[in-house]
């Protein structure tokens, strides 16, 4: 059973930085596509940012692309989401999630097997 903890959430004024950490248990990056999702009050969950299995492919939502990072470390089993230029409207509680769809580009919620409990991130104008 793969397991996913994320940290790194807080409160940040408008402009700052945030990295966002996802580490994983009960499974491999081999064996999943990774994924980030992000979900506002009264909003659906949205895909924010995909790394593939083999960690050579990346997608981003329009939203956040050239802000946003996605990257991983074996050895820590470990995810990121390294979030620079915030802005109010990235204001949400991400998720991270792992696939075993491997060799398709997941981007969307159903196509994701697990999730993390989610972390808030805030930010002020």
């Known amino acids: 059973q793969v397991h996913l903890v994320e940290s790194g959430g807080g409160l940040v004024q408008a402009g700052g930085s945030l990295r966002l950490s996802c580490a994983i248990s009960g499974g491999t990056f081999s064996r999943y596509n990774m994924g980030w999702f992000r979900q506002a009050p009264g909003k659906e969950r949205e895909f924010v940012a995909f790394l593939s299995w083999s960690g050579l492919n990346t997608v981003y939502a329009d939203s956040v692309k050239g802000e946003f990072t996605i990257s991983r470390d074996g050895a820590k089993n470990t995810v990121y989401l390294q979030m620079n230029s915030l802005k109010p409207e990235d204001t949400a509680v991400y998720y991270c999630?792992?696939?075993?769809?491997?060799?398709?580009?997941?981007?969307?919620?159903?196509?994701?097997?697990?999730w993390g409990q989610g972390t808030q991130v805030t930010v002020s104008s």
């Open positions: 999630a792992a696939s075993s769809l491997i060799g398709a580009m997941t981007t969307l919620p159903v196509e994701y097997d697990y």
